[in-house]
């Protein structure tokens, strides 16, 4: 688990067991305490491991090679625009793991687009990944500042002329226009402490970084 990270990376430049959430959701020191923000965290329950994020934050700080992760998608086409994407092997910590089980995630369009419905569509599922990234990071960030989480909910829409997708507009982009998360939170907090977990989440998100930056895709054959 989380706290293997610690001890593996100090005794050796990699190496250990998986992590189970990334360094990107732990916060800086001076950026996850706040004058207003209760410092006695013993008594929130989130799900989160807190001694053990903090402990792989020092480890990975001191040992920048372990810190190095590749993630693998694998995607068959199924037939006409459905396709199945497993996901379970991946690299970190100077060697190669495995999830608990593999994780299988079905793509397709709707019949609107004269297809079999049979998945998300790709640009759903990006921004289903939108929102869980977000989420983990918002549960994270509010069990460092002692906030008790009741429920969490973000609903996550995102703009898309299709003219473009379909080459009817050379001029109209592919992608998103405008992407929108709107979270409703329970919370043993004041709007204003919600509002400061929301955005260091956002701070700290990889998949908001990869959307809103731009990143190196290289796309060819085997």
Not at 33 to 48: H, K, L, Q, R, Y
Not at 54 to 69: G, Q, V
């Amino acid at each position: 688990m989380l706290r293997s990270i610690g001890s593996t990376a100090r005794r050796s430049e990699c190496g250990g067991r998986a992590m189970q959430t990334t360094h990107q959701h732990i916060e800086k020191e001076k950026d996850m305490t706040t004058p207003d923000t209760a410092t006695n965290t013993s008594t929130v329950d989130n799900g989160i491991d807190l001694e053990a994020l903090l402990e792989a934050r020092e480890a990975l700080t001191e040992d920048p090679a372990a810190a190095a992760f590749v993630w693998t998608a694998t995607c068959e086409w199924a037939n006409g625009t459905h396709s199945r994407t497993t996901i379970e092997p991946y690299y970190g910590l100077g060697e190669h793991h495995q999830h608990r089980q593999a994780f299988v995630i079905d793509g397709d369009h709707p019949q609107t687009f004269a297809s079999e419905d049979n998945g998300a569509t790709p640009t759903e599922i990006a921004l289903a990944a939108l929102a869980g990234c977000l989420t983990a990071g918002v549960a994270s960030v509010a069990t460092r500042r002692g906030i008790q989480l009741r429920r969490v909910t973000a609903v996550v829409e995102g703009n898309l002329d299709a003219r473009g997708v379909i080459g009817a507009d050379p001029d109209v982009r592919n992608g998103f226009s405008e992407i929108r998360v709107r979270f409703d939170i329970d919370a043993d907090a004041s709007r204003d402490e919600l509002a400061a977990v929301v955005s260091q989440s956002q701070k700290r998100s990889a998949v908001y970084d990869t959307l809103t930056n731009p990143t190196l895709v290289n796309v060819g054959l085997a």
